[in-house]
């Protein structure tokens, strides 16, 4: 916005994931000299931290807010809008607010501007809409971390007999609106105290009994709701299915002259015959008990009435991680730091999948003709002995036409290799579609990334046939991965659950720039229970030998 100088601007991106990284509560790093021990994190900066750390903010930033009067933050959350454009709509139309940009392209003020079309006008309009949409829902890992440090307070208390998230969240639904706590309790009242006064509490929404609200800082609100103990089973059956879920296995209690209600499981006389927990309640009605992640009414009551419930993927079967980025793009670890974490994970193998330069403009990355020397680096003698083995890969742009930016006698001498669409999102369905078949027709192709294209919370999938293009990565033995990098989720549970229908594999990756983004994996995990997976379905629950040899297959 201000013109500043680039590595100025990058020294600061730097540090802040760095911090973003840090293993270390920063705050608790009260000392300048420890704080510059952290890579990227000099004298200037270091001061900024303690400052802020003491007083909330610091005197450079308050003054550069007053100097570039914009709102920032929430103009850079609408897909289309980036720093470059944010500054120019302020400079030539005087634009500071959603408001004000909502106002300027109703009166097609954009299109005048040099370089902005009515298209970008309507593209623009759709990101506000997808925007406000939104706004009130919180990623998966966000609204996980937030319950979980409550849990966490909640159970160490004294009064606490049980504490379980219920709701979407314990299904580990991708967003997230609120989170439902559930607690049985000594002494309901100083649960509830004890709640409502916990420091991240900026607003008590409600406050009662049985129930109270609270609300975060940044908006995010949740229920906790004080159990009684012999009915703790039957709440937490009812507040975790969906709707649909619940209605039908209530119709199931009642075809059986029973009750069913978050109190208990009652008989025609009004006696309790279950409530303690979950698992009697499904058992009394003569079913297995759905995992959480599955109760959506999508085939899981009529498979647990006949005892044939999916044995879902856990993590401690996944022995490896198929897709992440290093220092050779814009990663911020080597490949032989993630070796190394990924050893720590216990994991066999990982696989190095930076993306090929051409056709993207992303920070770096691997150009075609530097592939040999890319792999002996990543095959080096040093790499080799680590626990963990490091398998050479790389993440190809489909071109506009379908075809692979990466010449096929490059792609041969890769162990693994993703392809991916990471430009011109904006195609007619059958186009797109037409696009993806065509890089499936590679010989050389082993994966689909992140198939969708979305961005949680910020932008939509590009538009294609999925059937169709599933059809095809069965035929031709090509793995859809579901991207684990909490920012996309993708695939989903929903289009996973689709795609083991029409015989397809997958494979999980985290998508990481960082060793510590390597525990993303659960996220994976997690959409993968949601669509039904079992660890047959995943590739990187084989072993290493395993693994090859289904790769190798494919050459
Ligand atoms: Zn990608």
Not at 72 to 85: C, H, R, V
Not at 203 to 215: P, Q, V, W, Y
Request: with cysteine.
């Amino acid at each position: 916005m201000r013109d500043e100088m680039i590595f100025k601007i990058r020294a600061y991106r730097r540090a802040a994931r760095e911090i973003e990284e840090n293993p270390q509560k920063i705050a608790d790093i009260q000392d300048l000299k420890k704080l510059q021990e952290i890579p990227g994190i000099g004298e200037g900066i270091a001061n900024k931290i303690i400052e802020i750390s003491e007083t909330g903010t610091c005197e450079y930033y308050e003054q550069l807010k007053k100097t570039v009067p914009v709102d920032i933050t929430t103009l850079n959350s609408i897909e289309g809008l980036g720093p470059k454009k944010i500054k120019r709509l302020y400079d030539e139309l005087g634009i500071q607010t959603i408001q004000d940009l909502e106002k300027a392209i109703k009166r097609k003020k954009l299109q005048a501007l040099d370089g902005f079309r009515e298209k970008t006008e309507q593209n623009l309009l759709r990101g506000i809409t997808s925007y406000k949409k939104h706004r009130d829902r919180f990623r998966l890992d966000e609204a996980l971390g937030y319950a979980q440090d409550f849990v966490e307070k909640l159970r160490s208390h004294p009064t606490t007999l049980n504490v379980e998230i219920a709701g979407s969240l314990r299904r580990r639904k991708e967003t997230i609106g609120d989170a439902d706590i559930l607690i049985s309790s000594k002494d309901p009242q100083v649960s509830m105290e004890f709640f409502t006064s916990l420091e991240e509490v900026s607003r008590i929404l409600g406050k009662g009994k049985t129930k109270s609200t609270i609300e975060f800082d940044n908006s995010f609100q949740a229920d906790l709701r004080v159990i009684d103990a012999k009915s703790w089973g039957a709440a937490l059956q009812y507040f975790t299915g969906d709707k649909a879920h619940n209605i039908k296995v209530r119709k199931i209690a009642l075809d059986k002259g029973l009750k069913l209600n978050e109190y208990g499981l009652f008989n025609k006389t009004g006696k309790s015959i279950a409530g303690k927990t979950e698992k009697e309640i499904y058992q009394k009605l003569g079913m297995q008990t759905p995992p959480a992640e599955i109760r959506r009414d999508t085939g899981e009551i009529e498979a647990a009435l006949e005892n044939k419930l999916p044995n879902l993927i856990e993590q401690q079967h996944i022995r490896g991680d198929l897709q992440m980025h290093t220092t050779m793009s814009d990663g911020i670890n080597s490949a032989e730091e993630m070796a190394k974490k990924g050893a720590e994970l216990g994991y066999e193998y990982i696989a190095i999948t930076e993306h090929n330069t051409e056709g993207l403009e992303v920070a770096g990355g691997v150009s075609a003709k530097d592939i040999p020397d890319y792999i002996k680096q990543l095959k080096s003698s040093k790499a080799q002995k680590l626990s963990c083995k490091i398998l050479a890969g790389l993440e190809v742009n489909i071109g506009k036409d379908g075809t692979l930016t990466v010449p096929d006698k490059y792609l041969e001498m890769l162990d693994f290799v993703l392809v991916a669409i990471h430009s011109h999102f904006r195609m007619s369905k059958n186009e797109m579609t037409k696009r993806i078949l065509k890089a499936f027709d590679n010989p050389y192709v082993h994966a689909f990334a992140h198939p969708t294209g979305r961005l949680l919370l910020r932008r939509d999938p590009y538009e294609f046939d999925f059937e169709t293009v599933c059809k095809k990565a069965k035929e031709k033995n090509i793995l859809l991965e579901l991207n684990a990098l909490p920012e996309r989720l993708d695939l989903d549970g929903e289009s996973a659950k689709l795609a083991k229908e029409f015989g397809c594999k997958f494979c999980i990756g985290t998508d990481s720039h960082s060793t510590t983004q390597l525990e993303n994996m659960k996220y994976g995990v997690y959409m993968a229970r949601r669509g039904w997976l079992e660890k047959e379905n995943v590739i990187n629950t084989l072993s290493l030998k395993e693994l090859e040899n289904h790769l190798r297959q494919k050459k």
